[in-house]
């Protein structure tokens, strides 16, 4: 923030060894700080919290969005048999079950982000190192294996919702 519109410009260029061409700032800038939520509560009375505004988390493991799309299969997975049934998909206990799931699959990956994130901005030789081994580490095969099993999920049947006074079917995913 501290730097002029050419100044910021040669930095980036510079840091993106040139791969852009030429940087020029064509607009005020900014600085938003990055920060990480985890909502004392995901349910209230006939309402659901999902995506980030559930759990925000910080960029550095790239998550946040795979976590957003899981919040949905969450509640959907809860309240589509409710509509299949013509019952109320605001079904409270419903609501609760989605908040304990949700909060279950999501608080390892949002501890171990922030874990991650205070490894990084560690400055101590022994964080140093850490940070040394654990790249190593995530480089070999097994490493790569844990990594793709984890993000890669097996293919779940997209439901199927069919809606009370509604002909046709809604293919949800
Ligand atoms: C720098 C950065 C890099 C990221 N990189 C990755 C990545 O590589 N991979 C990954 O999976 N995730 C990444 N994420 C996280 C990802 O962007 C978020 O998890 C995702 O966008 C959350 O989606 P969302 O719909 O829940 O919230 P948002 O995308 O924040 O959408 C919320 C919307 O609500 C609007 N809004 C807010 N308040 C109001 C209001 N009062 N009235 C009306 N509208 C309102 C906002 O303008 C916004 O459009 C990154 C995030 C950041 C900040």
Redesign the pocket.
Known sequence: MALDPDALGQELHRRYRGRFGTMEPIGPMHSYP?TTAFARRFVCHRAAL????AVG?H?VT???????IASVRHLTDEILPLLERGADPANSAALRRYERRHRRESLPIYLATNSIVGLYTDDRLIARAARRFGLRVAQTPPAHKIVNRILIRPQVKAPRLRLPGIGGRLRMG
Request: negative net charge.
């Open positions: 990055l999902v995506g980030d505004a988390m960029p790239a998550h946040g969005f795979n976590l957003g």
